[in-house]
């Protein structure tokens, strides 16, 4: 079966989109961000990190314009020092494992 089949474009749009669906709902996005990154942004900042979806695919860190995005245990990381928090690396994984919390 070629790339190019429909069927499998087809079934790779079902995991991915089921795996952006479910994952919010598998686990509190809002407790996995540290105590100590919250407290250093302001209230309304929009926090960005990697969850363990992540296939390490690396498309989030060729796009992030701060290179704030490392590779760290077993997957991708966000450097919260260096962030600009533009939320590229958001709109840019394809398998939606960067996930934003509001702070």
């Known amino acids: 079966m070629s790339e190019e089949h429909p069927s499998l474009s087809r079934r790779k749009f079902m995991v991915v989109g089921s795996t952006a669906i479910a994952s919010p709902l598998l686990f509190n ?3 996995s961000v ?4 919250a ?6 900042t929009k926090v960005y990190f990697v969850t363990g979806d992540c296939v390490g695919c690396h498309v989030c860190k060729v796009f992030c314009p701060a290179k704030a995005i490392f590779y760290g245990e077993r997957r991708m990381a966000v450097d919260q020092d260096k962030c600009i928090h533009c939320g ?3 709109n840019e994984c394809p398998v939606s494992a960067v996930s934003e919390t509001l702070v």
Do not use: E, H, I
């Open 39 to 44: 407290a250093t942004f302001k209230k309304g």
């Open 29 to 31: 996005l809002a407790d």
């Open 34 to 37: 540290p105590a100590a990154t």
């Open 88 to 90: 590229t690396c958001y």
